[in-house]
């Protein structure tokens, strides 16, 4: 999986891949500076989920035409 950290003063941020079975630090140590883990969520439905539920792709709840 590719985790996200972010240094705090310049704003930058860089990915790290580790494995799901790996400690996951809340924060790095890379070229001097301490980068913090920023915490995201990102889920993925496949389309054919919808067609096999009938679930509408068209609209979600918050109005929005489709979801990404």
Avoid: C
Wanted: glycine content about 4%; overall charge negative.
């Amino acid at each position: 999986m590719t985790y996200r950290y972010k240094h705090e003063e310049t704003e930058e941020t860089i990915d790290i891949e580790l494995s799901m079975n790996d400690a996951i630090p809340s924060k790095i140590e890379e070229d001097g500076k301490t980068y913090y883990r920023v915490w995201m969520s990102t889920v993925h439905v496949p389309f054919q989920w919808g067609q096999e539920s009938n679930l509408n792709f068209n609209k979600s709840p918050s109005g929005r035409k489709h979801f990404f």
